[in-house]
């Protein structure tokens, strides 16, 4: 400690420096390592790795097409991903963002068939609104029934997503009110007006990850500028605490679930919106679980997600190429985003190990001097 | 309506609640083990598609689904350890880490899969265990005929149940794993090893889940398909809070869901007039109830989901 304070000033810069890089460092050491374990993969299965990796990365970002469908791929998992976030940061463990997306996504299909002839943004405002309600809605019976009665929040939004599953494939079966006609188990699509255009040619990006990039920026504001959001984090941070200085923790935790089951709502909306244009039965392949790898990766904070979204994307789009060309099999990147789960779960850090090491040399160093000193004075 | 009841209402649905029981009970003492520990194991759904892969796998490698159910109980000890792993060394966020081993399941079977047989989808038909009649059991009244069409794991999961609640409520280990999950500090000022305790509580807890998921792939079925266990990992977990993380209750809990599972089927090939979609919700709808209305406050291990840092 003594030693800390008669360091001069630039070492304190120089470390100051050392940990910010590190901060960003950590993050990509560990999607490093994932890519070299699931290299190893690769290579056990057979395939060419070079050509493999290669297909992946040009698969994502190697032409506009592909750019536009990373971030495609990118938009709903930002949502999930942010709805995990404000979850996590309030104290919340939300892995029921799969059920508020299916939930916000119907009711956006729905709504979005119903207003032939409104104007476009009025329009799509109302679809997402319908989306954010729905999935709020959803989060809210978990929220109620864990401030109510104690009843753990994991167990009941993972049985809700079941519920919502099948439910909105009842909603779209043969004798369910949302197939109107459609010969596929699927609501019809909804007016042209809402959904998005391509806004670059040759691409099919659309305004969607933009508009998900605004409300993240929102949540920023939210969860970090306005009391309600303080008091959120607060009770996220230590229960106990927040409740001495008199914060409600329940209705706070209330409305972070909402608030959390909206951004998911949202999400669902939005994919109506900008890719499907209509609701279909099993519409979420796992957008609610790779939202959590999402905001863990980006230390489950809105501007760390808009990245580590973006790179989920592309890694999911990247993979459909790699599968054609090197025939690894697209779910390699669930193992992917497993892996750098545990590294980021982990806290695994270049910088931690390093001035542990340091440390250690340090200790041993004095330790050895102290004992000859001892040994000396004998 | 009388009549459907009649149809319902054989010995037929107890063999068949305790068929779909099977990897319920499995899961949740699996869980079970893990959480008086204290570490929180979401991962028992990815731990169960290991199992029900690995036994499938090498079912169909070798035409013996006793070695399958070996290698699925290993491989799911292996997700157990790593679990293990990253919760007790590293002190990562426990949920996090269950749900990341969930993701990590999903994925590697599909790629070992088109590896090895082409078909990311599924295995072929691989051999099974066949259900077998117990002599004696057989002839007691009433329950007797669910004794007479028994499949071997099924079996093997009772003395497990039995086993279990000897070994935490009569042994010195079980002793110090409900230690562990209260007051570690205590065990470790009593000379024990804490992290020991917890990782051998852990492993076993995967050990078990890959047992039930090697239930799905070799008894239930006779082939591995991606997702088989279908949420049934959690269910699992359900069913270990709703039986307050004690072996019999966690059986009767699993019985529970494995009866609303098999009323759903039982249901279905009657033809009630009611959507399929509805009474594929039944199990879930009867948890969340269960869990809010009859349960009460469960109390957790005071320890549960707290990382052990040895000063």
């Known amino acids: ?378 | 309506m009388i009549q459907i009841i009649l149809q319902i209402a054989t010995v037929n649905i107890l063999i068949a609640t305790l068929g779909m029981a099977t990897p319920l009970i499995l899961g949740s003492i699996s869980g079970m083990y893990s959480e008086l520990s204290g570490i929180i194991n979401l991962g028992i759904e990815g731990m169960m598609i290991m199992g029900a892969f690995g036994a499938g796998i090498i079912s169909l490698a070798t035409g013996n689904p006793w070695l399958g159910v070996l290698f699925g109980i290993f491989l799911g000890g292996c997700m157990g350890l790593i679990h293990a792993l990253l919760c007790i060394k590293f002190r990562a966020n426990q949920s996090v880490v269950g749900v990341g081993i969930n993701i990590l399941a999903g994925g590697i079977p599909a790629v070992m899969l088109q590896y090895y047989w082409g078909n990311p989808g599924r295995t072929p038909q691989v051999a099974s265990i066949k259900n077998i009649s117990i002599p004696l059991l057989n002839k007691i009244p009433a329950i007797g005929a669910v004794f007479g069409d028994i499949n071997p794991l099924t079996l093997i999961a009772l003395f497990i149940v039995a086993g279990s609640h000897l070994l935490i409520y009569y042994t010195p280990f079980g002793l110090r794993v409900r230690a562990v999950g209260h007051h570690p500090k205590a065990v470790d000022t009593s000379g024990k090893n804490v992290f020991f305790i917890r990782y051998v509580s852990v492993i076993i807890s995967g050990l078990l889940a890959g047992l039930g998921g090697s239930y799905l792939s070799v008894a239930q079925l006779s082939m591995f398909v991606n997702e088989m266990t279908a949420g049934r990992g959690f269910i699992a977990l359900a069913a270990m809070i709703f039986g307050k993380r004690t072996p019999l209750g966690c059986f009767g809990a699993a019985l529970l869901f494995g009866f609303a599972d098999a009323l759903q089927m039982t249901l279905q090939a009657v033809g009630v007039p009611i959507a399929s979609d509805f009474l594929l919700m039944i199990p879930y709808v009867l948890t969340m109830i269960a869990l809010a209305g009859f349960v009460g406050k469960t109390v957790d291990p005071v320890a549960l989901g707290k990382p052990y840092v040895k000063s």
């Open chain 1, 1 to 378: 400690m003594i030693n800390k304070e008669k360091q001069p000033l630039y070492h304190k810069f120089r470390n100051s420096l050392i940990q910010s890089v590190g901060k960003m460092a950590d993050p990509i050491i560990a999607i490093i390592m994932a890519l070299l374990v699931g290299s190893i993969i690769i290579a056990i299965t057979g395939d060419d790795v070079l050509l493999a990796i290669t297909s992946l990365v040009l698969g994502a970002f190697g032409n506009m097409r592909s750019l536009g469908q990373s971030f495609l791929a990118a938009t709903p998992i930002l949502f999930t991903g942010l709805a995990f976030a404000v979850a996590y940061r309030s104290g919340i463990f939300n892995i029921g963002a799969e059920g508020q997306f299916l939930v916000g996504a119907i009711a956006g299909a729905y709504v979005g068939t119903l207003f032939i002839g409104l104007p476009s943004y009025l329009y799509i405002t109302m679809v997402l609104l319908a989306g954010a309600i729905f999935g709020a809605l959803w989060a809210f019976l978990p929220a109620i029934l864990k401030i109510k009665l104690g009843v753990h929040e994991v167990i009941n939004v993972i049985m809700l997503n079941k519920i919502a599953l099948y439910f909105t494939n009842w909603l779209v079966s043969s004798s369910g009110p949302f197939r109107m006609g459609s010969t596929l188990p699927a609501t019809p699509f909804v007016c042209p007006s809402v959904r998005f255009q391509p806004i670059f040619p040759n691409s099919p990006m659309n305004v969607g990850y933009f508009i998900g990039m605004v409300i993240a920026y929102v949540i920023y504001l939210i969860m970090w500028k306005t009391k309600g959001g303080f008091q959120m984090r607060a009770v996220g941070h230590n229960l106990y605490a927040a409740k001495f200085s008199g914060i409600y923790a329940e209705r706070s935790m209330v409305k972070a679930f909402m608030l959390s089951g909206a951004l998911a709502g949202i999400g669902g909306a939005m994919e109506i919106c900008s890719v499907f244009g209509r609701f279909y039965a099993g519409f979420s392949p796992g957008y609610g679980f790779e939202g959590i790898a999402v905001s863990l990766l980006g230390n489950n904070h809105p501007a760390g997600i808009i990245i580590s979204s973006i790179l989920f994307g592309a890694l999911k789009t990247g993979a459909m190429r790699m599968q054609i060309l090197a025939g690894t099999n697209v779910n390699l990147v669930k193992v992917l985003q497993a892996l750098i789960i545990f590294f980021v779960a982990s806290r695994w850090s270049l910088v931690k190990v390093i001035s542990n090491y340091k440390e250690k040399k340090r200790r041993l160093k004095t330790s050895d001097s102290s004992l000859s000193k001892e040994g000396g004075n004998k």
